[in-house]
């Protein structure tokens, strides 16, 4: 099955990306190999979805779907940057920085959030390794913010 069609089937829509000028690129590439810059849980214009920090600000379940956010936000650029989301062999290894305050320590779980939807998009080609780690801040107080390397066809 198509990951695109998958995504509609979800009720979700990957809008064009609003391309305003930065000195950071979203993807670099090396052979076929994406190297994709960290996400937060920002709509099509980088706007921010939800702000706070886990723990504190927000409960471990909204940092779930903090990080879903952040996949959808990645499917788009990628999406953008390939002109199909079919074209994604596999995914290799994710990185997710939960902005964790007090006594939080389920980063993993909040991280979920993104993995499930890769794994429910992809399928076994979403399987991928991962790390979950805490972060005092992030740029906007994002609650999370995910980068990757994907494997892609030519």
């Not at 790390?131 to 994907?150: C, F, K, R, T, W």
Request: aromatic fraction near 6%; hydrophobic fraction near 40%.
């Amino acid at each position: 099955m198509h990951a695109e069609k998958i995504l509609k089937e979800m009720g979700i829509e990957l809008k064009p990306v609003n391309r305003h000028g930065k000195s950071v690129v979203p993807i670099r590439r090396y052979k076929d190999l994406l190297y994709v810059s960290g996400h937060g849980p920002v709509d099509e214009n980088g706007e921010p979805l939800m702000q706070g920090c886990v723990g504190i600000d927000l409960s471990e379940e909204e940092g779930y779907e903090a990080a879903r956010l952040c996949a959808i936000s990645m499917l788009r650029t990628i999406k953008d940057y390939l002109g199909d989301l079919d074209r994604v062999e596999e995914w290799i290894k994710v990185l997710g920085l939960v902005n964790s305050g007090g006594d939080f320590w389920g980063m993993p779980k909040v991280m979920n959030g993104f993995s499930d939807l890769i794994v429910k998009v992809f399928g076994q080609r979403g399987r991928h390794a991962r790390s979950a780690m805490g972060a005092a801040n992030h740029e906007l107080s994002y609650p999370v913010i995910v980068d990757a390397i994907i494997r892609i066809r030519n």
